[in-house]
């Protein structure tokens, strides 16, 4: 008898806990979900692999830069930036001419993570 | 005095018009060093001559060890600095009996500046022209002697004289193959009393990409079949005023080889095999050159 009120005790709180401990992890993923900018741009003239990696080290060199893509058949770069930083797209322009190559269209977009 | 004649031309040749940056191996490319980076190369050079037509029998051997760093001061102005280590020796049959001469050590160094002049860029391909102009420093030792006496100049590691030298570069790339030309003269200097000729050069490249057939997403490694073409024209070389008559001649090369090329790293290799020596007099003519390498992007 004692037995069966304790069950019944522990089903009654359990069906008050799982809610909420649903909702917590519902709300710390929606919390902890972080937005990066990406940054999709057409780089004109490059035609090697070694003249992509000077593309990319340029752009690495800029601030807030976390990750850079180069697509060398395409002639696009793909630059993802960390979640604190917004990205300047004419900083981005400069770095691939700085490198010797010539920036073309961009189009910008954010990616949860 | 003969065998002196091509000795500095050739040792001198080698160690500037080779390394550079870029991807012909056996002169300049327009392609950029970007701005504030550095671009490195190491390349070994072994030349073998012995095919002269004198009664002396002359057999020379050299092998260059030669350092390159390229700065770009902007994405349109770079500059160049060359180190070479030089190793030479000399066979020579004289007064009927075989006699061998050589020097080894740091060798002239150089410095030259590349701007690029025009530049073309469209998806996948570019086209540039580039005019360079540098000096060679008298920086190595120019007297150097053995147990017969002073090395005579082509043994020397250094020739003693500044040198300026200048020409202008153009270079087409495409995803799928890349050909550069380029034209340069060499003002070379006396010293010594030994003034050697001066040198026009007309140099082609074509490398195609052999390796991957199809480009895929993101930056695969290239392995392009290059073939080279150099032509070397050398005025006669001239001794305590005079003009030497067995000095100075053209040769053209036909250059085959093969590069790999990474994001970072690029490794290569030619052989220069001389097609055509139209050289004057007893002047001593080559066997084949190699040229092998790599570059660093860092």
């Known amino acids: 008898m004692t037995r069966m009120k304790i069950e019944i005790v522990l089903e009654s709180e359990m069906r008050k806990i799982v809610p909420l401990v649903l909702s917590l992890v519902f709300m710390s993923t929606v919390a902890f979900a972080t937005e990066h900018q990406v940054v999709e741009i057409e780089v004109t003239g490059l035609a090697c692999p070694f003249c992509a990696y000077s593309v990319e080290k340029s752009i690495k060199k800029?601030?807030?830069?976390?990750?850079?893509?180069?697509?060398?058949?395409?002639?696009?770069?793909?630059?993802?930036?960390?979640?604190?930083?917004?990205?300047?797209?004419?900083?981005?322009k400069h770095a691939i001419l700085n490198a010797g190559f010539t920036p073309g269209e961009a189009t910008m977009s954010t990616v949860d993570e | 005095?003969?065998?002196?004649?091509?000795?500095?031309?050739?040792?001198?040749?080698?160690?500037?018009?080779?390394?550079?940056?870029?991807?012909?191996?056996?002169?300049n490319t327009a392609l950029p060093v970007g701005g504030d980076e550095f671009v490195a190369r190491g390349l070994v050079v072994v030349s073998q001559s012995g095919d002269g037509p004198g009664a002396d029998d002359r057999d020379l051997a050299s092998t260059s060890v030669i350092a390159v760093l390229g700065y770009g001061l902007n994405h349109r102005l770079a500059l160049f600095g060359v180190l070479p280590y030089v190793d030479k020796e000399l066979d020579i049959t004289m007064n009927g009996s075989r006699v061998n001469r050589s020097s080894s050590g740091l060798?002239?160094?150089?410095?030259?500046?590349?701007?690029?002049?025009?530049?073309?860029?469209?998806?996948?391909?570019?086209?540039?022209?580039?005019?360079?102009?540098?000096?060679?420093?008298?920086?190595?030792?120019?007297?150097?002697?053995?147990?017969?006496?002073?090395?005579?100049?082509?043994?020397?590691?250094?020739?003693?004289?500044?040198?300026?030298?200048?020409?202008?570069?153009?270079?087409?790339?495409?995803?799928?193959f890349q050909a550069d030309a380029q034209a340069s003269y060499r003002v070379r200097n006396e010293a010594n009393g030994f003034d050697p000729g001066d040198e026009f050069r007309l140099d082609g490249s074509l490398q195609y990409r052999l390796w991957p057939q199809s480009l895929g997403d993101g930056v695969p490694d290239f392995l392009y079949a290059v073939l080279e073409a150099n032509l070397v024209r050398r005025d006669n070389n001239r001794v305590n005023g005079a003009d030497d008559p067995n000095?100075?001649?053209?040769?053209?090369?036909?250059?085959?080889?093969?590069?790999?090329?990474?994001?970072?790293?690029?490794?290569?290799?030619?052989?220069?095999?001389?097609?055509?020596?139209?050289?004057?007099?007893?002047?001593?003519?080559?066997?084949?050159?190699?040229?092998a390498g790599f570059r660093f992007n860092f």
């Open chain 1, 62 to 92: 800029l601030p807030g830069v976390n990750c850079v893509q180069v697509d060398l058949a395409n002639g696009e770069v793909r630059i993802e930036m960390r979640a604190d930083h917004t990205v300047d797209l004419e900083q981005v």
């Open chain 2, 1 to 27: 005095m003969r065998y002196r004649n091509t000795l500095l031309g050739i040792a001198l040749g080698l160690i500037i018009f080779g390394p550079a940056v870029g991807a012909p191996v056996t002169f």
């Open chain 2, 107 to 176: 060798g002239d160094a150089s410095a030259f500046l590349r701007y690029t002049l025009v530049q073309r860029d469209q998806p996948g391909h570019t086209f540039r022209v580039a005019p360079f102009a540098g000096l060679k420093a008298p920086t190595a030792d120019d007297n150097r002697s053995d147990s017969i006496g002073r090395l005579p100049p082509g043994l020397q590691s250094g020739s003693g004289a500044w040198d300026v030298f200048g020409g202008v570069t153009a270079t087409y790339q495409t995803l799928d």
């Open chain 2, 247 to 291: 000095s100075g001649g053209t040769t053209i090369y036909l250059s085959p080889g093969v590069q790999y090329v990474t994001r970072r790293w690029i490794v290569e290799g030619v052989v220069q095999l001389p097609v055509v020596q139209n050289l004057h007099g007893t002047a001593l003519e080559n066997d084949y050159v190699v040229r």
